[in-house]
């Protein structure tokens, strides 16, 4: 036990002397989160800036409906609107990005009314916010005919009436109350969509980095052989078992740590709300069960460190791709993705993570975390395997 | 497994047979290093000497035979086996971003060692390899020489009761090299049986007991240096520098009845003889008697280069 653990103690202070593990396991991953907080805090929180909207009306008579809607101070919280004279004055208005979005109002050759709306096309959002919001304008318009449709023309202003007095009682009440989601379990606190993505984009960053971490501390095992002090290992009076069960041991406290270094990190750093410290605690382990496992078992499939940089460069990628590590802020994921991120331990790692972060039920990460742990154990025994296979040529001796 | 006798070898090669693929490295190699002795497994490249130190490490399997130390199978025991050896690796085998103290711990720990003991045995083998003074460095602001120091201060930690010493003056300055060497001595007078192995003759000779010759695998010749020498009846040599009439002065050491053979190569004559204090005052009574000049003279007693050159036909270095 004291050879085991000597192993791993001397391996963590060479880590410590190690520019380039530290940068890699602690600087790298806490920089580029810094950099995606930042990217966050301009559209993060309940502060949704009105989307800047140009009405150009260019129909004929004098319809003050959609125009009433419009400067309704309900739409107000999502639209700052302003009007131009002629379609020319919108685009222009458009051009010098003192508007987002113009909404034309015609109607050609005396017809319907008709709306177009003119956006850069470079908005991703926010122009739909305009166009959602019109949407419903001309949904309660549609409403009104519905509402006449078929009555004699004596009653058919009578419905209209009723129906806009309807809308009007309505719309006096705060509508963004009634539309708040709130999580299934009422214990956990509330959090605006784009709080709940920037936690994940950040958990699925911090989750891939352990994965390099480790692969990048099993790798001292190729540099011991590099240096020559592997064989001297051997050749002492410890059983090759306890070599290995060393390494793992390093492999696994050097994960647990940058682990606890993000985990503390990440709320205080980045203002992420992690999830409760059981949940948590329970993400942790499976973390660095599958991270310790995986990394062990690609260094086990190599025999330099000048193989470890083409392999782990690729699979740690890779495998963070299909584990759904780069795809976290992606909303509406075709099913399949989920599926192959399930095949994958960092797709089980970071689903505890994610799991914990947004606040489900503890036997739910639990279950998570024991699949971790099995996947974990899977691949430590694969490469514990390759490895007596590889270091042991007298039997006895391991 | 019941303990060994107290008076078994320290090391016992028997029947050793290795091969990597259809080559066979090692054929049939049996020797034995008693305690206290210092016995240096002499051979060139390609020997078989780091396949033999292989084995006994516990590092290689053999096709056939067996390896003990103190009487322990490396095979059947190989964990007691290697508790009982200090290893000094042929090329470096140390934590270069770690200092000479931290390394020592290390290695001390891997050899079971800990507490006061621990720290006490640091302190003596950072004395012993003269390291004290800069224990706290990094090995990587080391000269080469004090890297080959710690290098066989790490298998000295422990206290064992058989070294193995693998070429550890390879690539070293003069110095470091008598350093090291003399270390070599003091731990065989202290009792320790040594196996240490070179392709340098001057080295096998100096620290000795015993030596026993490797080549291409086999086990050619063994014993005390006297013995390897009277084995192949190798007779003095005197070797001549004769400027001015060489050949004249040759004809008179040829007609001497001590000297077996008289060869020439440019000015420099060698005589094959058996007793070089009888011939010497009689070689230059002939010089005197002919117009001759000797500018320089050397006695090169058989050695076991020679004893190389007689069972193989062929230099250490070739």
């Keep these: 036990m004291g050879a085991l653990v000597a192993l791993a103690v001397k391996d963590l202070r060479r880590s410590v002397r190690s520019l380039f593990l530290m940068g890699m396991a602690f600087a790298a991953p806490l920089a580029i989160c810094a950099i995606i907080a930042a990217a966050f805090a301009g559209s993060g929180g309940e502060d949704f800036e009105p989307v800047r909207v140009a009405l150009v009306d260019e129909r004929p008579g004098d319809d003050e409906t959609l125009r009433a809607m419009w400067e309704d101070k309900a739409v107000g919280a999502v639209l700052a609107p302003t009007r131009a004279d002629t379609l020319e004055a919108g685009r222009a208005l458009l051009e010098d990005e003192t508007v987002e979005v113009v909404v034309v109002l015609d109607a050609p050759e005396g017809g319907a009314t008709r709306v177009r709306l003119y956006a850069d096309a470079a908005g991703a959002v926010r122009p739909h916010v305009a166009e959602a919001v019109f949407d419903g304008m001309l949904d309660v318009q549609h409403g009104a005919v519905v509402v006449a449709q078929g009555a004699p023309p004596q009653e058919a202003a009578g419905r209209v009436a009723g129906y806009f007095s309807w809308l009007s009682s309505t719309s006096a009440a705060d509508v963004r109350a009634r539309l708040d989601v709130q999580p299934p379990d009422p214990a956990v606190k509330s959090r605006s969509m784009t709080e709940r993505m920037k936690a994940r984009v950040i958990l699925a960053q911090l989750v891939f980095f352990a994965f390099f971490g480790a692969a990048f501390a099993g790798q001292t095992l190729l540099r011991e052989e590099e240096e020559g002090t592997w064989t001297r290992l051997r050749a002492t009076a410890q059983p090759l078992w306890v070599l290995l069960a060393g390494k793992a041991l390093f492999v696994a406290v050097f994960v647990s740590v940058q682990t606890v270094v993000f985990l503390v990190a990440a709320p205080w750093l980045f203002g992420i709300d992690v999830g409760s410290a059981p949940a948590m605690g329970l993400s942790a382990i499976g973390l660095v069960s599958c991270t310790t496992g995986l990394g062990l078992a690609l260094v086990s499939l190599i025999r330099t460190n000048k193989q470890g940089g083409p392999l782990i460069g690729a699979a740690m990628p890779l495998l963070g791709m299909l584990g759904g590590l780069f795809t976290a802020g992606v909303a509406n994921l075709p099913p399949v993705m989920e599926v192959i991120s399930l095949a994958t331990p960092t797709g089980w790692a970071f689903r505890a993570f994610d799991l914990a972060s947004s606040g489900a039920r503890l036997v739910a990460v639990a279950t998570t975390t024991a699949v971790c742990i099995g996947i974990g154990i899977g691949l430590a025994t694969f490469a514990l395997w390759r490895f007596r296979r590889r270091y042991a040529p007298i039997a006895g001796a391991t | ?318």
């Design chain 2, 1 to 318: 497994m019941p303990a060994p006798e107290v008076t078994a070898p320290a090391i016992d090669v028997e029947g050793l047979v290795c091969r990597y693929g259809d080559t066979t490295v090692v054929d049939g190699v049996s020797f034995s290093v008693h305690p206290g002795e210092l016995v240096s497994l002499l051979g060139p490249n390609g020997a078989g000497k780091s396949t033999t130190i292989s084995v006994i490490c516990g590092l290689l399997a053999p096709v056939a035979g067996d390896a003990r130390i103190l009487g322990r199978s490396v095979l059947s025991d190989p964990l007691h086996a290697r508790a009982q050896l200090g290893i000094v690796p042929q090329d470096l085998a140390l934590y270069e971003d770690l200092s000479a103290r931290e390394n020592l711990t290390f290695w001390g720990r891997m050899a079971g060692l800990s507490g006061r003991r621990l720290q006490g045995r640091v302190d003596d083998v950072l004395a012993l390899i003269g390291l004290a003074d800069r224990s706290k460095d990094k090995v990587d602001t080391y000269s080469g020489g004090m890297k080959r120091r710690l290098n066989i201060g790490a298998a000295l930690v422990h206290e064992p009761r058989v070294i193995i010493m693998d070429e550890p003056t390879v690539g070293i300055d003069p110095q470091s090299r008598r350093h090291i060497l003399d270390s070599v001595k003091a731990l065989n007078r202290e009792g320790q049986a040594i196996l240490y192995t070179t392709h340098h003759m001057e080295e096998a000779e100096e620290l000795s007991d015993r030596v026993v010759i490797l080549d291409h695998g086999k086990l050619i010749a063994a014993g005390t240096r006297a013995e390897l020498v009277a084995q192949i009846g190798e007779k003095t040599r005197l070797r001549f520098v004769v400027p001015e009439a060489r050949d004249e002065v040759m004809r008179a050491w040829d007609a001497l009845d001590e000297v077996d053979s008289v060869t020439a190569h440019d000015d420099e004559v060698v005589l094959i003889v058996d007793d070089a204090d009888a011939v010497l005052p009689r070689a230059f009574d002939a010089v005197a008697a002919t117009c001759a000049r000797v500018s320089h003279v050397s006695i090169e007693p058989p050695d076991l280069e020679a004893v190389f050159l007689h069972l193989t036909g062929r230099g250490l270095r070739d």
